[in-house]
């Protein structure tokens, strides 16, 4: 267990009432506008103190409001990539990112022309913030918090500006940054694939409380949860890559699936994201088809949704996935309880 | 050391520096004054300023310094006198008989009287007690802008905001914007006197030949020439 | 230019204006960033009370607070005789004793003119700057500090000007004593005194208004270079 | 044609050089971060001069560099949403929001009170802005420009900040304002989905200038997209409505499809966006699927996309649809140009 | 408290500093915010004279500034026949002479606050603004002037700080006439003058200290409602 917070912090209506704990790794927060993340952010950085509350780190106590244990910020040596990205209007872009390191003597973890590299802001370094787009913004304040060589890295929707290319560049190189620095990050974020490609576990805040957590299986595929992207966070085994078709096979309790991933070492336990809309339902053995990923199984519930549309949950081999049909294809496929189905998924869909 | 450090009233400036050129080429040792007002002047003295030599704008001043033991009394004198004049702007003097009972706020009409500010200004201390003497005072109490200093009062006159002012004639002298329209006669106020002494504090050897100088009928063409009268 | 021939006493005094305005306002200075800081952020008891002390110079008429520079910091004066046996440092009439009385006088407008930046600065940045790893004096010299530079070299102007015009507590506090502390402005102030000085004022008053616009001149290009335009690109 | 652009401009080492015409609607803007796209809305707002340049709106000209016309910016009346919120600290939420119609005699096309319950700002109207959440921050923001009544509303990422559920709540009154009020728009964004949905016209600007521009259909299927999800806009009219099934029947060159949606009348032109990552391909009809729309075509080109992943091109009677499928299928189904398939689409994918 | 007792002319003395170090301060302001805007945003020929000439009341001698301030706007002075012809404005030798005596000497302090607020309003809400319909005079009333607040309400204090303690340039442009434009400040300072004044001087000195502080306090309030605090809830 490496961070653990329980905190209360009232503002006029609002209320934040959370506790968690959490192990190294990625936590996920989400939560609707408004709901407390960067309030939960805030406190956890020391940026905010919480009324009553108890946060401890790597078994340090930061915050105990109770024995009035107030650990500074600048103690703490928490990253924090912020909504707005807050950079320092006097200092050029290189200075803003070598800011963290003179305040300290820690050997640079994060090396900065490879991080200014990925980022893709050589050409920035030596200019100021004030006409810098605002992606571009965006892109040096992940730099600057990075290269602070962070104990913690609190990140607050860091890639919600960034274009669809770029956001994949980053993408991973903070998954090197979990794998291999072990740094642990807690993420804000809105979108439910950037998070289960990342997260380890998930929080959902609601109304300043925490309405549920765990991994993100069973977060995601909770009702509580109401988003397009909603789907399963299944774990399997990489069974073998396919360097010529740019494939790994991985293998899940419910049967074997191909993933859009090449490279990926055997025997590596990988998250696979199975949106629910990318799920068919198919009651005899499709032919012929693209989609790769054909899993047997039955239905264990059908779950009716809003406008027309049916959740089917389907348990292959003990593993859950779900599907998202119109009632109209329930009908037709006369789809009941128990009937044993195929579930079709398209391996471009697949995330891990 | 024999520099001589002289504080001195500041309207005493013109002629001194003449004086002090005269000193200077005989070769004598350097002189230095800071020129203030004499109240800020006594202060300081009283405060432990490095003066030598004190010349007052008025009695009282010197006698503040006095009574606080800080002269050498033996050297006080009364250096120099001055006159008391009544001026109006160049362009409306007419001549003006100054005697008991002239009409003088008639003159003055509805404008103002200007001199120094008759509590703490010395020539405004003086022109009081002349109007006084005069029996004017409680007529033109009220007309009376009261300056900080003969200098500023002699501008109120000169740019014409004022009819009339009381001045030194000294100042009177110096300025083409005002015209001398009355002499005040002597003995309607306490004689205006710029007395001067050597301090306990002076460390200059020079001090007392320089006292002495300033003393000899050598300076006085300078202070006469300024409109001041020798006193000793 | 006959006219604007000066002589050596009047030689002495600008050299002595431009010296005691410079050294008032650079000693001043971190005294006037931290008691801004301390106005700014500050909560403290007597937090009023050091404000009213900070603008006393400006309520008071001049003259009033050279005396009681005079009383305070004179040989004889409660400060004035122990930093004299402590710091073998004198006031009285000497120019230090004139660079004190401007810089007093310069003060409240130093102080007031960076606790407006100080106070304009986004708490926002300094948190940025602590999750950084910078601790309260880093963040204020790294962050709070540059982003002050607008009002620091305001109230540096105010304070140099105000040096340059100050007469009436510097002549009350150390006299005029040509060549140690007769300023400029106590040049000028002297020459009003006398009959006839008119001309020579007025020389001497241009001689001031030529330094003090080159300083301003100077200062106005140093804060364009600090160059703390955040705008957008003016359009309008 | 409503509004006409032709704009030169630089700092530094960024030229922006566009030049575009636009009907009524909404047109996309999309790019990479530092493409210049906000730089663009800025010289159509009038809040930058381009170096050369000429613009008009509604046969009015506002910018014309040659004859030194420049209409300021208040008097253009275009609705602003920036990307950063700019909400005025001083005042409060609700005077930020009448901020607008403190200065136009206009009558008020929004209603006030709608717009606040469509945003959910309710509870924050006699707040200042100081303490907003951000997406709280950005959903005034957007309230603001709409009850100015504007002109033409220029929005630059407005939706970023905020969480699917709530743009799910936004986007179809932006249609309304676009269909009932026929305000046009010019809209930024890294989203294809949210712009698909809106988006009459489409386009791409990178480095400064315009790589791709026409209707959506055109722009996104054109190889210079290079995102997850890129697809096809093919537009069609309503058979009929299963008010019961909450579907719609719609009528494509293609064949008949079945979209998600009650309740749109018969005969209305609607755009289908069918992403090519959620189009299946078979070789054989399939049977029993939960995938209601098949539709028959043949192969007219494979185009390699990188790691292993291909691009089928399919003509479905007349509509050019896009698969995305791996080259491990291309071999295992033996898919070779010409060949005829049939192409599988979850209705759950398709978008109005 | 017999101590404390002052006499007629006193009382006058400290109603009309009041009356005039408000109605200067009042006055001043339009034409301070005007003229800080110029100097804020302007751009045009002669920016730094202007700079310089609001500049000049601190940079002079405050007698020379009255001295000034008298060829101007005495009964013969330029500006001073033509306003009392035109609108029946008469300074001199009366109290709106004093006021203007401070307000002048107030200006450069007023001008400098305001210009430091100006200048660090953030110019993307000013965008915001005009594409919310304002034009440019809405903008600079409900978005520059309302953010600028801290820097009005500075150089407000400053400004009435000032008048309260000004003497110089007023009694040389106005004289020194009780009940007319006799301030608190001619008045400390007149007493200064004589010997034994001393007491008097410092009870009229504590009574504008009393002053002075309340309307320091009442401006610190001021400015906290004014409540521009944007900053996070501070934690350290
Ligand atoms: N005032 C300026 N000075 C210098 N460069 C500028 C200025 N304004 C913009 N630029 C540069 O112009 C380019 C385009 O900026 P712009 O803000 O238009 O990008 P954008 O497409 O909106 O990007 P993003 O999606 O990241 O917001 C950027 O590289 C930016 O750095
Ligand atoms: N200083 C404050 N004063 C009053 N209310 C506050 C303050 N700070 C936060 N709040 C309120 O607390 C709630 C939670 O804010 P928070 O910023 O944590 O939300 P969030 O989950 O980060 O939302 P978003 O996704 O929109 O950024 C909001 O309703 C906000 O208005
Ligand atoms: O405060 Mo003064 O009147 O400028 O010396
Ligand atoms: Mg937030
Ligand atoms: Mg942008």
């Known amino acids: ?352 | 050391q024999d520099r001589v450090t002289v504080f001195a009233a500041a309207s005493l400036k013109n002629a001194l520096d003449m004086a002090n050129n005269a000193w200077a080429t005989q070769g004598q040792p350097p002189v230095t004054v800071s020129y203030a007002a004499s109240s800020a002047l006594a202060r300081q003295i009283e405060a432990g300023a490095p003066a030598d030599i004190f010349i007052s704008a008025d009695l009282d001043w010197m006698q503040y310094l006095s009574e606080k033991g800080l002269l050498q009394e033996d050297s006080r004198t009364n250096l120099l006198g001055n006159r008391l004049v009544l001026i109006a702007p160049k362009a409306h003097a007419t001549p003006i008989q100054i005697a008991p009972g002239f009409d003088l706020a008639a003159l003055l009409n509805d404008g103002k009287l200007a001199m120094g500010e008759p509590n703490s200004v010395p020539a405004g201390k003086y022109a009081k007690a002349a109007l006084e003497k005069l029996r004017l005072w409680s007529v033109v109490e009220k007309h009376v802008a009261g300056a900080e200093n003969v200098r500023a009062a002699l501008a109120l006159v000169s740019r014409g905001e004022a009819p009339y002012g009381i001045v030194y004639q000294t100042d009177a002298a110096a300025d083409p914007g005002v015209a001398v329209v009355g002499t005040f006669p002597e003995d309607l106020h306490p004689p205006i006197i710029y007395p001067i002494a050597l301090l306990k504090s002076s460390g200059a050897s020079a001090a007392s030949s320089y006292l002495n100088f300033l003393k000899s009928p050598q300076t006085a063409p300078f202070f006469e020439k300024e409109g001041f009268t020798i006193l000793h | ?236």
Chains 1, 4 share one sequence.
């Open chain 3, 1 to 236: 230019m006959e006219w604007l021939h000066l002589s050596e006493d009047e030689w002495a005094a600008v050299r002595l204006s431009l010296w005691v305005s410079t050294i008032a306002t650079l000693v001043a200075l971190p005294f006037g960033v931290f008691v801004a800081y301390l106005l700014a952020r500050g909560r403290f008891w007597g937090k009023s009370v050091l404000n009213g002390l900070v603008h006393l110079p400006l309520i008071l008429p001049p003259v009033v607070t050279g005396y009681l520079l005079l009383i305070a910091f004179g040989r004889r004066g409660v400060f004035g005789a122990y930093l004299e046996s402590l710091f073998g440092i004198v006031f009285s009439f000497r120019w230090t004793g004139a660079a004190l009385a401007c810089g007093v006088m310069g003060f409240p407008l130093m102080v007031r003119s960076i606790r407006l930046s100080l106070e304009a600065v986004d708490g926002k940045l300094e948190e940025a700057a602590a999750t950084l790893g910078a601790n309260r004096a880093w963040v204020f010299l790294t962050v709070t500090l540059p982003l002050s530079l607008p009002g620091i070299i305001a109230g540096m102007v105010l304070a140099f000007a105000k040096a340059m015009g100050e007469f009436g507590a510097t002549i009350t506090f150390v006299s005029n004593i040509p060549g140690e502390t007769q300023t400029l402005s106590a040049a000028i102030y002297t020459l009003t005194q006398v009959p006839g000085g008119d001309a020579g004022a007025t020389r001497l008053t241009l001689v001031a208004i030529v330094i003090s616009f080159s300083a301003l001149m100077a200062s106005e290009l140093m804060a364009h270079w600090a160059g703390r335009r955040q705008h957008h690109d003016p359009v309008r």
């Open chain 1, 1 to 352: 267990m490496i961070l653990s917070v329980e905190a209360q912090k009232h503002f006029g209506a609002f209320a934040l009432d959370a506790g968690f704990t959490s192990a190294a790794g990625v936590t996920a927060l989400f939560g609707r506008s408004g709901s407390g993340k960067t309030t939960l952010l805030r406190v956890i950085a020391g940026l905010a103190r919480p009324d009553v509350g108890r946060l401890t780190f790597e078994d340090t106590v930061l915050v105990d409001t109770q024995r009035k244990v107030f650990v500074p910020v600048h103690q703490r040596r928490f990253g924090y990539i912020f909504q707005d990205s807050r950079l320092f209007p006097h200092l050029s872009v290189r200075n803003n990112l070598n800011f963290g390191s003179w305040f300290t003597s820690r050997k640079r973890s994060a090396d900065f022309d490879d991080i200014v590299h990925l980022l893709g802001i050589e050409a920035l370094l030596d200019r100021k913030p004030h006409g810098l787009s605002g992606g571009e913004r965006q892109r040096v304040a992940i730099g600057r918090a990075l290269l602070a060589s962070p104990r913690l890295l609190l990140m607050d929707e860091p890639l919600a500006a960034l274009d669809d290319a770029r956001k994949n560049e980053i993408l991973p190189y903070l998954e090197k940054l979990r794998d291999e620095m072990k740094t642990p990050m807690i993420y804000v974020s809105h979108s439910v694939a950037e998070v289960t490609r990342l997260a380890d576990r998930v929080i959902v805040l609601a109304d300043g409380k925490i309405e549920a957590a765990g991994s993100p299986a069973e977060v995601l595929a909770s009702p509580s949860i109401d988003q397009r992207d909603t789907g399963v966070i299944i774990s399997g085994t990489v069974a073998s890559s396919n360097a010529q078709h740019h494939v790994s096979h991985v293998t899940l309790r419910a049967g074997e699936v191909i993933l859009p991933a090449a490279g990926l070492e055997r025997g590596r336990r990988v998250n696979v994201h199975i949106a629910e809309r990318d799920v068919l339902v198919a009651v005899q053995q499709p032919e012929g088809l693209s989609a790769l990923n054909i899993l047997e199984g039955y239905i264990i519930a059908l779950e009716p949704q809003r406008e027309g549309t049916v959740r089917v949950r389907i348990d292959a081999k003990g593993d859950i996935l779900l599907a998202r049909v119109t009632t109209l294809s329930v009908d037709r496929l006369g789809l009941t309880v128990g009937r044993p189905i195929f579930a079709v998924i398209k391996a471009m869909a697949l995330i891990h």
